[in-house]
């Protein structure tokens, strides 16, 4: 009896774990030359450079910010350091973010352990939020299924990124409750997105 229970315990463990922890693969976009990472991690090794912060007045249109951190915050903290992508950390309304710049063939001798490189430095995977996984200037590279598109209504007004994330989080799970990934639409200021099932 106390095995029975102690397998089920751990068959109930394992499925949570599959299905709030999953990571999914994807493709991320460039701006400016550099790869972005939001709400998703590199595949590749890489190498931290350091981290930089927003101005304390910062641009408030997603396309702005990407521009302002890229162009203007790496330059100022780090200047003449070569870099080619940044990750922005999660849960800080795109406010702070690593800049990495990733390893290549001619530096894997370097390293402690044999590392496959990946030539391709776009590939990432996702940080899921509460088993849903956000593609934000990432495109799902895995097998999945579109289950609709969502746009958040235009009385929805806030310009704060994690009051939207949360806003298209929410009307995405009322209206496909079986979802656990949202593609962005690039472009779209994070108000339309397309619904998907991996």
Known sequence: ???????????IVCTLFISYGQ???GEVNTF????????????TPYRHIG??????????????????????RVPD???????DAIIFRPN?????????KFYTPEDAPKLDKEVLINPDFLKSETIARNGI?????????????????????????????QKILSEMIKTCKNYYPNMNGIVFVPGSGLTKATVIKI
């Open 133 to 161: 996984n956000l593609f934000i200037e990432n495109a799902p590279t895995c097998e999945h299924t579109v289950l609709g598109k969502i746009e958040l209504p235009q009385n929805f007004t806030s310009i704060e990124y």
């Open 23 to 25: 990571k999914a693969p």
């Open 1 to 11: 009896m106390i095995k029975a229970t102690f397998t089920t315990t751990a068959l």
């Open 92 to 100: 800080t309304g795109f406010r702070k973010a690593d800049v990495v």
């Open 51 to 72: 981290s930089i912060e927003c101005a304390i007045v910062a641009p408030d249109k997603f396309d702005l910010m990407m521009k302002h951190m890229i162009t203007k």
């Open 77 to 83: 903290e780090y200047p003449e350091v070569e870099f």
């Open 32 to 43: 400016y030359e550099k790869a972005v990472f939001i709400e998703a991690n590199p595949s």
